[in-house]
């Protein structure tokens, strides 16, 4: 056969193994596909046997088709999938898969294609295709409907969740679930199922059943998909699909399903969304670190600070099951941190989403104290106290003395030096920044901040334990705000630039969130707290730190001492307790008398201006910082945006958005801007001018 799959006759079964570490993906060019083919042809050819029976090497049976051939060419005269499932469904020996962990995509779509599927304890199966803004392409849209009905088939689709092996027996995906060793106990079924006649049973033979009327029933899931994710198309394409395995014999509906994925796989959707997974798993890479660098167990944990944060924090470990000490120096501060982690884990158990002993389980894991020296036994010490250098400085002194010594002492400051909190201490090579996101518990990116003399060691424990507590790591520099709040501030500063030129804050707002931000930028200060930031400034004018164009408009808001949402005030207005913001109806006033104020003329500005210098204010910030060395790739800043700041997905992150608009088209706009205006704060990054001038982007860094 080939490397990446063997074949053997095993009495009267042709066992085929798929072996293309790490997840077996369906290689066309790697020959995987071939492999497959070559071994079910040889197989339907020998008398010798009578039934086959695949199975995956590894931890996974596949992660489904390789990605990362997707619109690259593909090596003449390998099979593809599409070749391979067609021959399969004529073959007339049962095939039978044993899905050996994970089965994903053009995986499961390989497993439906066979006739009966045994699965391990460990297996899930999901068609995640929607995810990367394609949809099932090798028949899965036609097959999953057939074996599952329309509406569950749908909503696997759509939403590309895990189906549990438990949930796959239930809904007859799986036939039976092995104990003990798959590859054994498979064989033992296939020999048994033989020996009482085992037929072919061919998931396209069957028809589709649907409990509402066909009509209806698609009519409102195109509704559901036009509404709930706007700026995908792939959901809508499912629906078409969906309504072909319906209402048109197997093979139609087969075309219908290529004609789809193949128009999806080029949107920019879908590029933006494969960007996107692979820069997670990238991120996940520390440039210079030795693959096999010592990492040490974190088994015990303590969080300094029992805010919002502190608790937030504290549940990611108590979740993985590490133990958390959550200390506070006022008795009232901790308990009423212990108490927004309780309520927070009942507020999960009432919504069904948490069993009342896992509750239990992870709150007995949480003990507190008052006292500084209780941590002396964690392996990792995250201090999340308020933001003020002094403070956190007396706390690393205090540390220093008190930790074990190999402890790493992590500070979650958003913006400080951290080399200069690791300089207070004699172990500055334990110190790392841990920058969570909040709401802690909640956000999956963590900014893992090195510091100047960070161990190596201490790196590498920080990464594995940010996956350990399902957090998406990115290993950042140290400077004023690092990646994600270095460029918020730029970002922020343009929002406010354009409502004293003449934009409203709501209409700041709808251009971004129609660009597809979860939330704009006054949104986001108002949900953050007005005060924060008035604090911040009030604090810099003391110390004589002002910028050049110091819009006052957030000061006469929190003048007023409207907060936000907090506060039921801020550039919204919100009904009590809600979160839902309206307009403020005396905002246009205020903002009027402080463009007024410095006598600038307000003019209208359109969506298309708002939504590029919000834009290109996040890219030439990012450029700078991708030239300083902070962050360690273009896609690590994308993953930042993507997962802390609600950047829309399918646009790949800033600067994979800005490689589609093409770099010079962003300089061009740069310097439009420029011109206009109050415009001459505007300056091209030298790096972004470099890069451009070389006719790269910044996906070739
Ligand atoms: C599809 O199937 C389309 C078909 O319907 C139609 C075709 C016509 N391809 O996640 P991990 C790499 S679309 C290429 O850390 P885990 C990954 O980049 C596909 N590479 O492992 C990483 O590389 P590196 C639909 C892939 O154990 C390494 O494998 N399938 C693929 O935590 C380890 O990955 C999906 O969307 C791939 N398909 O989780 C499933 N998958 O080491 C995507 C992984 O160089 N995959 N890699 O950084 C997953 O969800 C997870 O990888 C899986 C394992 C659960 C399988």
Redesign the pocket.
């Known amino acids: 056969m080939s490397e990446v799959v063997s074949y053997e006759v095993r009495g009267s079964i042709g066992l085929i193994h798929i072996n293309n570490p790490?997840?077996n993906?369906?290689?066309v060019n790697k020959g995987v596909l071939q492999g497959l083919l070559d071994a079910i042809k040889s197989g339907d050819h020998d008398p010798r046997v009578s039934a086959f029976l695949m199975i995956g090497g590894g931890?996974?049976f596949?992660?489904?088709?390789?990605?990362?051939?997707?619109g690259k060419p593909k090596v003449p005269g390998m099979a593809?999938?599409?070749d391979l499932l067609a021959y399969m469904d004529t073959v007339t020996k049962p095939i039978v898969a044993a899905l050996s962990g994970?089965t994903?995509?053009?995986?499961?779509?390989l497993a439906l294609t066979c006739h009966y599927r045994l699965a391990g304890a460990t297996t899930?199966v999901?068609?995640?295709?929607v995810?990367?803004g394609?949809?099932?392409?090798?028949g899965?849209t036609q097959r999953l409907p057939r074996m599952i009905g329309a509406e569950r088939a749908l909503d696997v689709m759509t939403t590309?969740n895990f189906i549990s092996v438990i949930e796959a027996k239930t809904l007859g995906i799986v036939d039976e679930v092995i104990e003990g060793d798959l590859l054994d106990g498979a064989l033992k079924w296939v020999k048994r199922a033989l020996r009482a006649g085992l037929p072919v049973a061919r998931v396209s033979e069957r028809s589709v059943e649907t409990s509402l009327d066909p009509k209806t029933f698609i009519s409102q899931a195109r509704e559901i998909a036009q509404k709930k994710w706007s700026g995908y198309p792939a959901p809508l394409g499912i629906v078409d699909c969906v309504e072909a395995a319906i209402t048109k014999p197997f093979k139609e509906g087969l075309q219908i399903e290529r004609k789809n994925?193949e128009r999806l796989i080029s949107t920019n959707e879908s590029k933006s969304l494969r960007h996107l997974?692979?820069a997670e798993?990238?991120a996940?890479?520390v440039i210079g670190l030795a693959k096999d660098v010592e990492v040490s167990a974190i088994e015990t944990v303590a969080v300094i600070g029992a805010g919002m944060m502190g608790a937030g924090i504290a549940m990611n470990f108590l979740n993985a099951s590490i133990p958390v000490l959550i200390v506070d120096t006022s008795e009232a501060t901790l308990q009423k941190g212990i108490d927004t982690i309780k309520k927070n884990y009942s507020a999960t158990v009432e919504k069904g989403r948490l069993s009342a002993e896992e509750r239990d389980r992870r709150v007995a894991l949480l003990s507190g104290s008052t006292k500084l020296s209780a941590v002396s036994e964690a392996d990792l010490v995250i201090e999340a106290v308020y933001e003020e250098m002094e403070v956190k400085k007396a706390i690393f002194l205090e540390l220093d003395t008190i930790s074990k010594p190999k402890a790493i002492l992590a500070t979650n400051t958003s913006t400080l030096d951290i080399n200069q909190i690791a300089g207070v201490t004699k172990r500055p090579e334990q110190v790392i920044g841990l920058h969570f996101f909040s709401p802690a518990n909640v956000m999956r990116l963590l900014e893992v901040v090195r510091a100047d003399k960070t161990s190596p060691q201490v790196i590498a424990t920080s990464m594995k334990v940010a996956k350990k507590i399902k957090k998406t790591p990115v290993c950042v520099g140290v400077c004023d705000g690092f990646v994600g709040n270095r460029m918020i501030h730029n970002y922020l500063r343009e929002a406010e630039y354009l409502i004293e030129e003449g934009a409203l804050p709501q209409e700041v707002d709808q251009a971004i969130e129609s660009f597809g931000f979860a939330m704009g930028p006054f949104r986001m200060c108002d949900l953050a707290g007005l005060d924060i930031g008035w604090a911040i400034r009030k604090r810099k004018k003391s110390e004589g730190v002002m910028s050049d164009r110091y819009v006052t408009i957030p000061d006469h808001i929190c003048e007023r001492g409207w907060f936000g949402q907090k506060t039921g005030r801020g550039y919204y207005t919100y009904e009590s307790g809600s979160r839902v913001p309206q307009d403020n109806p005396e905002i246009a006033a205020i903002i009027d008398a402080a463009s007024r104020e410095k006598g600038i003329k307000r003019r209208t500005i359109e969506a298309s201006e708002i939504i590029d210098r919000l834009m290109f204010a996040l890219i030439n910030e990012g450029a700078d910082i991708l030239a300083e060395g902070i962050a360690q790739r273009a896609s690590d800043i994308d993953v930042i945006y993507a997962f802390g700041y609600g950047f829309p997905r399918y646009r790949g992150g800033p600067m994979f958005y800005a490689d589609t608009l093409g770099l010079s088209a962003v300089i061009d706009g740069i310097q439009r801007y420029s011109k206009q205006p109050l415009g001459d704060h505007w300056a091209v990054s030298p790096y972004l001018a470099k890069l451009a001038h070389e006719n790269r982007t910044f996906g070739s860094i």
């Open positions: 790490p997840v993906a369906l290689s931890k996974n596949s992660g489904g088709a390789d990605i990362s051939e997707f593809t999938l599409a994970p994903m995509g053009g995986g499961f779509e899930v999901a068609l995640p295709e995810k990367l394609i949809l099932p392409g090798a899965g590309g994925i997974f692979f798993r990238q996940n890479k």
